[in-house]
């Protein structure tokens, strides 16, 4: 029998004031960084595939800020969220949509392959499913060496119909390895609604045929997908074994920069939009007497000069030169 | 009349679907999305959700459900995104499209169609941008085609359907929006002979595919040099038509393979074996290549032309290969 997982549920009602604060300074922190791709890639400063996370924001953020800095991160390529969440700077990351050599992957891999080994963030994998076999190897090193991290492995509803999903889960059931599976459910893999691509809708009841703990966690809810994180990454700490987590949500935007949308009608978007991730926190912490309208307006403005700087930081940063073209495809000299 | 590669490649799909109850399309976002680069726009209107068959990310499966239907007398045409999500399906094509034929003896056939964008030049980095045609043109058993122009798209997937074996038809990504001439009503094209797509005396230029148009335009260059450059389109990479090859270069005795793919074991250095081995003593030139460089495909602008072969490198190497370098 397996069971759910956050049983007793956490307490997902209370939350200090610096930490309120700081979730939220994330959560305004992504939406605005993309917010400002978006024109920059109609500027042509960002080229190739877009993949905003725009509406998901609660779920990096929740789970990210529930994780250890030792612990492995895998992300897809709609990883802007994750790799700022984690502490990759802004600046970086925007080089690195520009290509530029200081970029966090030297401008070799763009906006669906960001990484940043320092903070343990093993980047943007842009075939879908192909992250998680990646972070069940991640967690087998950490098993076999006794070390006390974790692997938190992020993956989209599609994923889920990949052979690799099932093939990743067995294994690290079989081999009870420290992996929390956070599946990012936003109901669509493209244009394809889940009822479309799944026979069985119900994500977290495919990791009980592997006889791995799960949970639906509301997705829009930063402080409930931190509490469900921080509660299975316990239990993945201690030595259980695998545990899967389904984060509901939904991406408010095209699926990358242009499409036509035929898919979804606009007012399942707009059901949806009512209930921003951001516009839900922002609310509870006033709510709660935790934010004032100069709180606020001071996260904006200070998220503001950020993504300025870090603008000025990619405009300004070089290019790599065409003589270092075969750089990095070894490690030295093939 | 004028019309699109994207376009051309549309009105090959409804074609077949028309012509034959058989036939049916099957991939990711084919459907309710319109295809992934809007070439199936339209069809599951037109011919519903039976006949255009959005699946589940899962390649292996449906690739391999081609084969199967295939098998059954259905005439499936797969279609996966992008070839780089095709190596998901390489199982299913290596080990079973490719065999079951020779394996039973003769008795089954895998009459299957499976087309796929392939190519870089769009700043989509090292999972969405190689050439990987030359890889599946390795497999005996699996026939595999290039279309490079408006015509060929259109007429193309006519002739694979009549084809008892596989067929993998590899869509240059950058072809789509390209324009060029095609008949209302065209017939099944040649699927078994390259094409002269321009004759000259003093080189001969090969390629296929995305790389057409960079070879044509190397040679309306070059012809302003005084140099007269013959170019091939090989269209079909297996089988391969050597023979318009070599007749190619008994004519104009120099002999230049473009492949978008890695240099090392590409498809070019599989033309260029096989020119050196029959054309040995015909040759002014050592056969010369170019392809891409041996990196995974970068997402920076300037480092990814840098990577591709462009029409300047295959101005120069045939400048220099004419003695004019
Ligand atoms: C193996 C593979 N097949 C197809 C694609 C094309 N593709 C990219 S994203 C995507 C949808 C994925 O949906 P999901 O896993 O739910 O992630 P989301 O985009 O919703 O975050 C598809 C079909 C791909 N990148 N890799
Ligand atoms: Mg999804």
């Not at chain 1, 606009?266 to 934010?291: I, N, S, Y």
């Not at chain 2, 070439?39 to 068959?53: A, Q």
């Not at chain 2, 780089?84 to 079951?100: G, K, W, Y």
């Not at chain 2, 013959?230 to 270069?249: F, G, H, Q």
Request: charged content about 20%; glycine content about 10%; hydrophobic content about 40%.
């Amino acid at each position: 029998m397996t069971t759910a997982v956050a049983d007793p549920l956490p307490d997902t009602t209370t939350v200090t004031q610096q930490h309120g604060l700081e979730l939220l300074r994330q959560m305004i922190l992504i939406r605005r960084f993309e917010e400002r791709c978006v024109e920059l890639y109609s500027r042509e400063k960002i080229r190739g595939f877009l993949h905003l996370y725009i509406g998901e924001e609660a779920v990096a953020v929740g789970a990210i800020n529930a994780l250890s800095p030792e612990d492995e991160v895998v992300a897809t390529y709609r990883e802007h969220g994750h790799a700022l969440a984690r502490g990759t700077p802004p600046g970086t990351v925007m080089a690195e949509m520009y290509g530029k050599a200081t970029g966090c992957s030297h401008g070799h891999g763009g906006s669906m392959h960001l990484f940043d080994a320092g903070r343990r963030f093993f980047g943007g994998y842009a075939i879908v499913g192909g992250g998680l076999p990646i972070a069940v190897g991640l967690a087998l090193a950490d098993k076999m060496k006794d070390n006390r991290s974790i692997t938190a492995c992020f993956f989209g509803d599609g994923a889920v119909a990949e052979g690799e999903f099932h093939e990743s889960l067995n294994l690290a059931a079989l081999w009870k390895l420290p992996v929390l599976f956070l599946c990012e459910n936003n109901l669509y893999a493209m244009g394809t609604h889940i009822t479309r691509h799944q026979s069985q809708t119900d994500i977290a009841l495919k990791a009980g045929g592997y006889g791995i703990p799960h949970d639906q966690v509301d997705g829009m809810d930063v402080l409930a997908v931190g509490a469900a994180v921080r509660h299975a990454a316990e239990g993945v700490r201690r030595g259980d074994g695998p545990c899967l987590l389904e984060l509901q949500t939904y991406r408010f935007r095209a699926h990358s920069m242009y499409d036509p949308e035929l898919y979804r009608s606009k007012e399942e978007v707009a059901h949806w939009r009512r209930r921003d991730p951001l516009m839900l926190f922002t609310a509870r912490l006033r709510d709660a007497g935790l934010l004032s309208e100069a709180d606020l307006a001071g996260i904006e403005h200070e998220v503001a000069v950020e993504i300025d700087r870090a603008v000025v930081f990619a405009e300004d940063a070089p290019l790599e030169p065409v003589a270092d073209l075969l750089k990095d495809v070894y490690a030295g000299v093939p | 009349m004028k019309t699109t590669y994207r376009e051309a490649a549309r009105a090959a799909l409804r074609e077949a679907l028309q012509g034959d109850p058989r036939v049916f399309l099957m991939g990711e976002d084919v459907g309710r999305y319109g295809g992934s680069y809007a070439v199936s726009h339209g069809l599951l209107e037109e011919f519903g959700p039976d006949r255009v068959r959005d699946t589940p990310l899962s390649e292996s499966a449906f690739l391999g459900a081609g084969i199967g239907a295939a098998l059954g007398g259905m005439r499936p045409i797969v279609e996966i995104m992008t070839v780089n999500f095709s190596l998901l399906a390489l199982d299913q094509v290596v080990n079973n499209a490719a065999t079951l034929r020779h394996m039973s003896g003769g008795q089954l056939s895998v009459p299957l169609v499976v087309r796929m964008a392939t190519g870089g030049g769009r700043q989509l980095a090292a999972q969405h941008s190689h050439s990987l045609e030359g890889w599946y043109a390795h497999i005996p058993g699996i026939r595999v085609l290039a279309p490079a122009t408006v015509a060929d798209v259109r007429t193309m997937l006519g002739a694979a359907l009549r084809e008892p074996d596989p067929v993998f038809i590899f869509e240059h990504a950058l072809l789509y929006p390209m324009e060029g001439e095609v008949d209302e009503h065209p017939g099944p094209a040649d699927i078994r002979h390259a094409a002269v797509r321009r004759p000259g005396r003093d080189l001969s230029l090969i390629s296929f595919g995305g790389s057409l148009p960079k070879i044509i335009e190397a040679a309306d260059r070059l012809a302003t040099d005084g140099i007269s450059a013959e170019v091939i389109d090989l269209r079909s990479l297996r089988p391969l038509d050597i023979a318009t090859v070599t007749a190619s270069v008994e004519r104009t005795h120099r002999a230049l393979v473009v492949d978008e793919a890695w240099r090392t074991g590409s498809f070019a250095a599989e033309v260029s074996a096989q020119i050196m081995e029959r054309c040995f003593y015909q040759l002014d030139a050592p056969v010369a290549r170019v392809c891409s460089a041996e990196v995974p495909m970068p997402y920076a602008g300037h480092l990814e032309y840098a990577a591709l072969p462009q029409t300047d490198g295959i101005v120069q190497t045939a400048r220099e290969m004419c003695g004019r370098g």
